[in-house]
């Protein structure tokens, strides 16, 4: 094997965490490093991620906020139509914008530094691209995650579309069946029902969008269920009938032209050669690696990003670029993980917040206030009075330890209370801060208010 490139580190994939860590590792190298991506340059969160599915969510808002016109005397609501072809080439022209920043930001990293081509492991230190062997002293892995497509549905190809594949399409059938309910699903669902789609939901869970508090979960498939059925807690198989699905779960069975299918998203592995480690690999059939300082076993070989199969986000895959970038310039360090934040861009949003209601639950010196939106005055006059929030503390001291909500722009209150919990104030902290009327924030000082109360009198958490 005759070595063509030595580097001081190699990071294999461009994505969020491979970017968020190239400008560190540039630093540290002093240039002494590759960049290899295989495939289409840009991000899963500007391609098909978060950009293009927020440029749908709003556009349905958009429109779906004409029931309000005409009872506050906007007249005219009935001549208002949707293009689907048009609302398919408005998203991608957003989403071309934010491509185009990535690029120019990718540009900006010397031509010498760049690889195109899919790289694999032919030992712990060399990788071969193109016919290229490159050992490198140290190996960042951001080879991110693709939609998963269960074996037995791989039949259906012609009939499924993923996050990958929706916004590049031309336009949309007038029946399609979302098949997995977790934040992709539930926004991409409503989104599509209020642009005209009939659509029909399946999940072989019991529980929408991973949400653990039962009160949320009961809003959440309350408030959903207006703008389309689906049905959870049994196995969902499909069946053709000319060029037609139909597709079956329980008792209930629907016939689509086409499936959304978002049960999820597998880190892509495959093809890294990893086979040539000698690694340990869990369950899930992903190579155990050290959360905190993402080092794969002993090798010095980190993960980041998606492809760890935990914790896929953006913010956190740039913070897992960032911790992976330190770690192969200096002695391998422990880094703390931030407090769990995850919003679903439903209207209203739904969203989590530090523990989780069923590990809380287990915890008899916890409380919990909460409050139901049709009393709030701000989300009133806006005319978006449904949900509910619930905030969790300590009964002793009450340090705000989570939450979980659905309420009108409840992106915002739940960086609040992420800040909170990490920051590790509680409620009496919280209250002292100002609440301007009328704003959604009240109904946080309202909640908070209850808790206050509750930390006094020591009332228990019940479900």
Known sequence: MNINRQVAVAIIGA???????TPAVRDATDGNFVLINGGAYGTTSVRSGCMPSKALLQIAEDFHRR????????????????????????VRDLRDRFIARVLSGLLKIPEANRITGYARFVEPDVLVVNDEYIRADKIIIATGSSPIIPPQWASFKDYILTTDTLFEQ????????????????????????????RVTGFDQAQQIGGISDPFI??????????????WTGNSVEIETERDWLRIHSGHTSAVVKKILLCVGRRPDLDTLGLENLSLEW?????????PNTLQLGDYPIFLAGDVTGDRMSMHEAGDEGRIAAYNV????????????????????????????????????EVVVAELDFQRQSRAVLMGHDQGMMRVYAAKNGGKILGASLMIPR?????????????????VFDLLKMPYYHPTIEEGLQSVLQNLRRQVKNGKELSS
């Open 15 to 21: 994505g969020s965490a491979g970017l968020y860590a």
């Open 67 to 90: 029931q309000y016109f005409a009872h506050n005397g906007i007249e005219g609501t009935e001549n208002l139509r949707v293009n689907l072809p048009l609302v398919l080439d408005s």
């Open 170 to 197: 031309k336009d949309l059938p007038s029946d399609i069946a979302v098949i997995g309910l977790g934040a992709a699903g539930l926004e991409l669902g409503q989104a599509l029902s209020r642009l005209g789609v």
């Open 217 to 230: 979960r009961k809003t959440a498939r309350q408030l959903l269920i207006e703008d389309f059925h689906f």
């Open 282 to 290: 869990n369950d899930a059939g992903l190579p155990n690696f050290n």
């Open 329 to 364: 310039a200096h002695e391998v360090k422990s880094f703390p993980r931030r407090v769990p934040l995850s919003i679903i861009f439903t209207e209203p949003n739904i969203a989590q917040i530090g523990e989780s209601f069923e590990k809380l639950q287990q915890n008899h």
């Open 410 to 426: 409840g992106e915002h209150i739940a960086h609040l209370l992420a800040w909170a919990v990490e920051q590790e104030l509680t």
